[in-house]
């Protein structure tokens, strides 16, 4: 069974502080690993898919980076508008059969004071 | 381009009436999932169509739940009778294909049974 767990749960940070939030996983032959980012009372909004170990991808203030056991989420000097819980999800190739299921993370609850 | 589009985005219900949540996907988009945000189990799949077949329902939580997918633009998720454990977001994703596309997920219907 693919399983993921994100740390740390939650994470306070100063505007402009830089920081990384870590997604460990096992999964049967990853087929994508995938970053959401999550506002209150809203839904997952897609950020990044990773797809082999040493891809690096970047957006704004964030950049994602993928090993064979965990995926980091490495945020830039950050503004309070960074705010979020940001969910970390695998997909595996054929996982019984369900090679478009995503497992999720329980989310890091990232607050950037200004 | 519009996203995935949910209705109602509030339901406050009793214990043991009907609730049926709606799903309208992103156009062009031939799979569809419904799934379920706690605190304390994250988000979890409850169903996944393919055009607009049920795939996998294994994540339902018992017989009192059920999903339809009468079209490539709509459908539902019908709780039956409901209970206060059923209280919760529910999420409808839809992407492109059956092999892993990215979930673009809308923005949630949030449901409390008193």
């Known amino acids: 069974e693919d399983q993921v767990t994100q740390s740390p749960e939650a994470l306070r940070l100063q505007e402009g502080e830089s920081s990384s939030l870590n997604c460990s996983y096992t999964?049967?032959?990853?087929?994508?690993l995938f970053w959401y980012r999550q506002d209150p009372g809203k839904g997952p909004e897609f950020l990044f898919t990773l797809y082999s170990a040493g891809e690096e991808k970047e957006k704004e203030r964030l950049k994602a980076t993928l090993t064979k056991k965990e995926s980091f989420l490495h945020i830039t000097a950050p503004k309070p508008e960074d705010s979020a819980t940001y969910l970390c999800?695998?997909?595996?190739?054929?996982?019984?059969?369900?090679?478009?299921?995503?497992?999720f993370g329980k989310g890091t609850l990232l607050t950037v004071n200004p | 381009d519009a996203g995935v589009i949910q209705s109602p985005r509030h339901e406050v219900t009793e214990m043991g009436q009907e609730v049926t949540l709606r799903c309208k996907p992103i156009?062009?988009?031939?799979?569809l999932f419904w799934y379920r945000q706690t605190m304390m189990r994250g988000l979890e799949l409850l169903i996944y169509f393919n055009n607009n077949v049920p795939i996998d329902d294994s994540g339902m939580p018992e017989d009192r739940f059920s999903a339809k997918m009468p079209n490539a633009s709509f459908s539902t998720l019908k709780i039956q009778p409901s209970e206060p454990r059923d209280s919760a977001v529910y999420f409808c994703a839809s992407s492109r294909t059956d092999k892993g596309e990215t979930q673009y997920f809308g923005p949630g219907t949030r449901l409390l049974v008193l």
């Open positions: 999964v049967s032959g990853l087929r994508g």
């Open positions: 156009s062009g988009h031939n799979s």
């Open positions: 999800a695998v997909q595996g190739w054929n996982s019984g059969g369900s090679n478009y299921k995503l497992t």
